[in-house]
């Protein structure tokens, strides 16, 4: 019997930018991220590439409509956590539609402008990680690998 192929989980992040300024949201009810900023992120649902699960989830999580034509991957980190592993992808826009509001009040509670030199101290560190090397044109990082065993 072949053995089963190792699997990670595909996420894709928006790096939503207004001049100088990146969309954070606060999340709650998500476990070890609760009470931290992150971007505008979820999960492919399968049978959809990375940039399909953007549009998605920025119309499900912001109510904005951005066009798979003004997405850029900018960053692609590794990710290590004790059970999984995940591959994450940093996808940047500075075009949309609509104005971004709250739309899973179950899973955030702020949503706003930040400047990229003055991010909140609660932001997710691997997003922060993430914020850091987009701004430094690195296009690949790991995160999570040195405490894991």
Same mark, same amino acid.
């Given at each position: 019997?072949?053995?089963?192929?190792?699997?990670?989980?595909?996420?894709?992040?928006?790096?939503?930018?207004?001049?100088?300024?990146?969309?954070?949201?606060?999340?709650?009810?998500?476990?070890?991220?609760?009470?931290?900023?992150?971007?505008?992120?979820?999960?492919?649902?399968?049978?959809?590439? /990375? *940039?399909?699960?953007?549009?998605?989830?920025?119309?499900?999580?912001?109510?904005?409509?951005? &066009?798979?034509? +003004? %997405?850029?991957?900018?960053?692609?980190?590794?990710?290590?956590?004790?059970?999984?592993?995940?591959?994450?992808? /940093? *996808?940047?826009?500075?075009?949309?539609?609509?104005?971004?509001?709250?739309?899973?009040?179950? &899973?955030?509670? +702020? %949503?706003?402008?930040?400047?990229?030199?003055?991010?909140?101290?609660?932001?997710?560190?691997?997003?922060?990680?993430? *914020?850091?090397?987009?701004?430094?044109?690195?296009?690949?990082?790991?995160?999570?690998?040195?405490?894991?065993?």
């Amino acid at each position: 019997m072949p053995k089963e192929r190792f699997k990670l989980i595909p996420t894709s992040h928006l790096i939503l930018l207004k001049y100088n300024k990146i969309l954070l949201l606060r999340r709650f009810n998500t476990g070890y991220e609760d009470g931290n900023y992150s971007v505008v992120a979820g999960h492919l649902d399968g049978n959809e590439t /990375f *940039i399909q699960a953007m549009v998605r989830e920025a119309k499900e999580e912001a109510d904005i409509n951005i &066009k798979p034509e +003004d %997405l850029k991957v900018v960053h692609v980190m590794h990710r290590k956590v004790p059970n999984e592993e995940r591959i994450d992808f /940093f *996808i940047m826009s500075n075009k949309w539609r609509g104005e971004p509001k709250i739309m899973e009040p179950h &899973k955030c509670d +702020d %949503l706003r402008w930040f400047e990229l030199d003055n991010l909140p101290d609660n932001i997710i560190p691997y997003v922060k990680q993430a *914020i850091d090397c987009f701004l430094n044109n690195i296009l690949y990082s790991e995160f999570g690998w040195k405490n894991i065993k």
